[in-house]
């Protein structure tokens, strides 16, 4: 897709940001104007992303501020409220574009999904989600800002995936609780968004077996796997102006999967 400056004076929370969807996702906002702060709870990994943001920006000459990585655990509340003091203390205003790309997966059939898998996994991808969107849309109300809050869900969310009780439960909520965000933040001019990603080819899915991906791509219309920069495009859009009319909705990215 062609660089457009449609985030030129954003700033944007990326969580998730050291890998897969987070990482093309913060090249992307970044290659779109924004600056962006790249949060993982793999610290060195954040910064290696800040660090490629860089890099390409001296590369391409593309502006965009100055990038900057943190470290946080989204599913622990006092390691999310910390981060959104640290970002806006860095950047002296809250981010007006703040995406949920923190995620795990602990698979196993539901008669033998241990308690514990289940809990880290709701922690994480659903908890998580809940904390980082309140934090977000608490410093954007009290500051008197608009946003745009994108969430990661999963098609898996919509139609569940064997193996993956924990992850379909997280992800389904996921679009409940962005759904209900919408309603709530519409009024503060805070828009709210959930991406669907289908099978996107990541560290999450490369360690699927690959009797499992040859039969998935027999599935996809479009024949093919997704790359996270397919993901990447889509929430540009959402956290731009071009979509200022759109909350509440869930974008599926899936090459027709399940359609
Ligand atoms: N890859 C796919 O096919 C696919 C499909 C649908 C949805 N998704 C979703 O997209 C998102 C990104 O997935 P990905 O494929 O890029 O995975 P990935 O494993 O490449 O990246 C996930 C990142 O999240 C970070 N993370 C994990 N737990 C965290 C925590 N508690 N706090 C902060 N950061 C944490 C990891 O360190 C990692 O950098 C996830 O929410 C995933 O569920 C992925």
């Not at 906002?29 to 890099?55: F, I, K």
């Not at 308690?115 to 309140?134: A, H, R, S, Y």
Request: charged residues 20%.
């Amino acid at each position: 897709m062609a660089s457009q400056l449609r985030l030129r004076s954003a700033l944007a929370l990326v969580t998730g940001a050291g890998s897969g969807i987070g990482r093309a996702v913060s090249a992307r906002l970044a290659r779109e104007g924004a600056t962006v702060a790249a949060c993982d709870v793999d610290g060195t990994a954040a910064q290696e992303t800040v660090r490629l943001l860089d890099g390409s920006r001296s590369e391409e000459g593309a502006p965009g501020g100055n990038h900057a990585a943190f470290q946080a655990d989204v599913s622990e509340a006092r390691a999310t409220r910390r981060l959104l003091e640290k970002v806006q203390a860095s950047f002296s205003r809250p981010p007006s574009v703040v995406v949920s790309c923190a995620g795990i997966t602990r698979d196993e059939f539901l008669l033998h999904m241990s308690e514990d898998d289940w809990d880290q996994v709701i922690d994480v991808n659903l908890k998580g989600i809940f904390l980082v969107t309140q934090a977000a849309a608490q410093a954007l109300v009290s500051s008197g800002c608009h946003g745009s809050i994108i969430n990661i869900s999963s098609i898996v969310g919509k139609v569940g995936n064997i193996g993956q009780i924990n992850y379909a439960a997280s992800k389904a909520g996921v679009i409940g609780l962005t759904q209900t965000a919408a309603r709530e933040l519409g009024r503060h001019g805070i828009r709210c968004n959930s991406v669907l990603p289908g099978f996107i080819a990541t560290p999450m899915t490369e360690k699927m077996p690959q009797k499992v991906k040859d039969k998935v791509i027999g599935m996809i219309p479009m024949g093919h796997w997704g790359n996270p920069e397919d993901v990447a495009d889509v929430v540009a859009f959402l956290a731009s102006e071009d979509s200022g009319y759109i909350t509440g909705a869930s974008v599926e990215v899936t090459g027709g999967l399940f359609m």
